[in-house]
């Protein structure tokens, strides 16, 4: 009830009360008269409305970062080398394998490109990557020795007296374990052009890791040597057999009858073609 609704005005006492009111509060500090209905603050709403500043703007979303495809980019830089020695370049430019950080050399490839035959192993050992060549160390010259007893030397000029020779993956696993599958498919596009450009007679995967990502072995090669496959890579159809890893034939030379038969039948293969 406000001064000026009261039904009739205010005894003297009362007044004295509320002088004695306003006194106290002058007193306090209070300087300003804030308005005659006295607010209920008790029962304002507990939470302020949120002050607007200015224009409300929608939130912008942080730009989406580009998904990496390893594999992609490798495809795709492959696929635009149209010689072997243009695609030694996009490996060496492609920075898609957790690998390479830890690798002295890209070991690309070793022997002549137009040799008939291709071999692929599996990766670089220390001697390969320190002299950024496939094959070179102790198993290399186990492999020289097993192409000179088929007629072949990988220094040859003649197609069908050379070889050539490449691994999987190019750069030197650590500790020379073997390369795991995520290792070697950002690197599997570079090989599968490399056949596709180098067209060889026939393939001789050497080790688990060439025949199980080229021939789709399913089982180890204790089982798996001596089978061949059908490739075809970008239309390009090439045979390829599976035998030991020369590493393997120096830890278990009894074992070199059974690569004895593969590179026969190798042997009797390209001279039919
Ligand atoms: N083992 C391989 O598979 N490749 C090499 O280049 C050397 C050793």
Redesign the pocket.
């Known amino acids: 009830m406000t001064l000026s609704e009261s039904p009739e005005p205010p005894s003297d006492d009362l007044r004295a009360l509320w002088r004695a009111a306003l006194e106290w509060q002058i007193e306090l500090g209070a300087d300003e008269a804030i308005g005659e209905i006295a607010i209920d603050r008790t029962s304002l709403p507990s939470k302020a409305p949120p002050v607007a500043l200015g224009r409300k703007r929608k939130p912008v979303p942080p730009p989406a970062a580009p998904k990496a495809d390893p594999v992609a980019d490798a495809r795709a830089l492959a696929a635009k080398a149209d010689n072997v020695a243009t695609l030694r370049e996009a490996l060496k430019a492609y920075d898609g394998s957790p690998l390479k950080k830890g690798a002295r050399n890209t ?1 690309f490839a070793d022997g002549n490109p137009k040799a008939d035959l291709m071999i692929v ?5 220390r ?2 990557d320190r002299q950024g ?5 102790r ?2 010259q186990l492999l020289d020795r097993m192409l000179a007893a088929i007629g072949r030397d990988r220094k040859a000029e003649a197609p069908g007296e050379s070889a050539y ?3 999987v ?1 190019f750069y030197r696993p650590l500790e ?1 374990r073997t390369p795991t599958d995520q290792e070697v498919a950002p690197l599997l596009p570079f090989t599968l052009r490399h056949i596709a450009l180098v067209k060889p007679k026939a393939i001789l995967c ?2 688990n ?2 025949s199980k990502h080229l021939m789709g072995a399913t089982t180890g090669i204790t089982r798996f040597r001596g089978a061949w496959a059908d490739l075809e890579v970008e239309g390009v159809k090439v045979p390829a057999l599976a035998s030991f ?3 393997y034939l120096l830890r278990s030379p009894d074992q070199k009858r059974l690569a004895w038969r593969d590179l026969l039948e190798l042997e009797a293969r390209l001279a039919q073609s």
């Open positions: 070991v192993g599996e990766a670089p050992g001697d390969e060549l496939p094959f070179v160390g198993s290399g020779i490449t691994n993956v020379n050497v080790g890791v060439p890893h020369p590493a």
